[in-house]
């Protein structure tokens, strides 16, 4: 399931980050006692006011195609395992956090 989240985020970058996308950065980096994964873009992006919406079952920040589930899918995932999605402002394109519970092993 979070390659299906991780999925859902590209594939939202790619229809909806507009005509003059032309790269997706993925980082990973831990945090103390979490993994945090930064997929950004350079697109259109989503205006912060919009931030919630786009999480929305049902709902796109903008217009499109799409049935408005990916993200929120994409939320659910994260959720399921511990985790959050966020979406952080930016001044280009589109930048989605995910943050894991690292296990101690």
Do not use: C, Y
């Amino acid at each position: 399931m979070l390659q299906e989240a991780i999925l859902n985020i590209f594939s939202n970058s790619l229809v909806h980050g507009g005509p003059k996308l032309t790269q997706i950065w993925v980082t990973l980096r831990k945090s103390n006692a979490t993994a945090e994964i930064l997929i950004q873009d350079d697109g259109i992006g989503i205006p912060e006011e919009r931030h919630l919406e786009a999480l929305s079952r049902f709902s796109q920040a903008g217009g499109g195609p799409g049935s408005g589930l990916g993200l929120a899918i994409a939320v659910r995932v994260m959720k399921n395992h511990g985790g959050q999605l966020s979406i952080l402002p930016s001044s280009r394109g589109a930048t989605i956090k995910l943050r894991l519970p690292l296990l101690e092993i």
